[in-house]
């Protein structure tokens, strides 16, 4: 593999800064390798979007990020992940892996079950898309997944400010009926939500494993670019850059409690109109629906 394609760096997207998540597990499992992280802060939130509007939100995003270089795309939002995952990997086949949240989060949930009761919260676009009732089934047949959406909870905890009543009262009328259908293992569908980890683990009880996507998305990330031979050298140390398209103080300022590592400068980048590579993107999914 030629030594400028490894040493593009992995490319990650957000509905805003709750990715920063997950990006945080990966500095941290893969100090060597660079990153470049977008937030689509100026759309923010998506849980309430449709699928068609999160599609184009993805193929947007991508094409930003593919149009700066990029080895490996990591879609960081459940809700994105769930709408666009299936259509960014076969558009991108042959020229970047793709990893989304939902796959490991399932697996992990699966293997951490003990009854086979596994719950879900997570926003109204991702638990409406069946995209972990389809994975958790593939994984744990078995398996009965209890899925509670809420709208509130992102906004919310992106706020930034301490947590409040508002936070506490949400997040126990969410676990409510989790608690009543009885499940041991509940999945974290969104990337904002380990922030507030500890107020779900009161409200769900310290019997009740919580699953999130952060551990789980660096060792697979750092799977498939060692499968494709784009690892960067373990010796090297990696840098972290950062896009928004909102106000990049703004971003900075939310996106230091969520990634807990500095943020220094911020690039404001325009949504709404594709890039060049994401026109490329769009064209190739409409070739692809006119040749079927």
């Known amino acids: 593999m030629a030594g400028s394609e ?15 998540t997950v990006l945080h597990e990966c500095l941290v499992s893969l100090p060597h390798e660079d990153f470049l992280y977008l937030g689509d802060t100026a759309r923010f939130p998506y849980g309430d ?11 947007e995003l991508a094409g930003i990020l593919l149009d700066r270089g990029a080895k ?6 459940n809700s994105a992940t769930a709408a666009a995952l299936p259509a960014l990997r076969e558009e991108l086949d042959g020229r970047l892996p793709v990893v989304g949240v939902v796959s490991p989060e399932s697996r992990l949930a699966a293997a951490a079950t003990v009854n086979g009761r596994v719950g879900l919260v997570a926003t ?13 089934a593939e994984v744990a047949p078995a398996a ?12 919310l905890i992106q706020e930034g400010g301490e947590v409040d009543e508002r936070v506490v009262a949400c997040v126990d009328g969410l676990c409510r009926p989790l608690r009543q259908a009885g499940v041991d293992t509940v999945i974290l569908g969104c990337t904002h939500y380990p922030l507030v980890r500890p107020v779900l ?37 990696g840098r972290y850059r950062f896009l928004a398209t909102g106000e990049p103080e703004e971003f900075r300022r939310l996106g230091t409690r969520f990634l807990q590592l500095p943020i220094g400068a911020v690039e404001q980048v325009a949504p709404g109109r594709l890039t060049a590579a994401g026109e490329e993107l769009a064209d190739g999914a409409v070739a692809g629906r006119d040749a079927a």
Do not use: K, M
Not at 124 to 136: F, H, K, N, Q, W
Not at 144 to 155: F, G, K, T
């Open 6 to 20: 490894r040493e593009l760096p992995v490319a990650v997207f957000d509905s805003g800064v709750g990715g920063l």
């Open 49 to 59: 979007r449709s699928a068609d509007e999160l599609l184009r939100f993805a193929r």
């Open 124 to 136: 109204p676009a991702t638990v409406g898309s069946g995209a972990y009732a389809r994975v958790l």
């Open 72 to 77: 490996l795309l990591v879609v960081a939002c």
């Open 201 to 237: 683990q009161r409200a769900l009880g310290r019997g009740v494993a919580i699953v999130s996507s952060g551990e789980a998305i660096a060792a697979e990330v750092e799977l498939r670019l060692r499968q494709a031979g784009l690892a960067q050298d373990d010796e090297r140390r």
């Open 144 to 155: 009965e997944l209890h899925a509670v959406a809420s709208a509130e909870l992102a906004p």
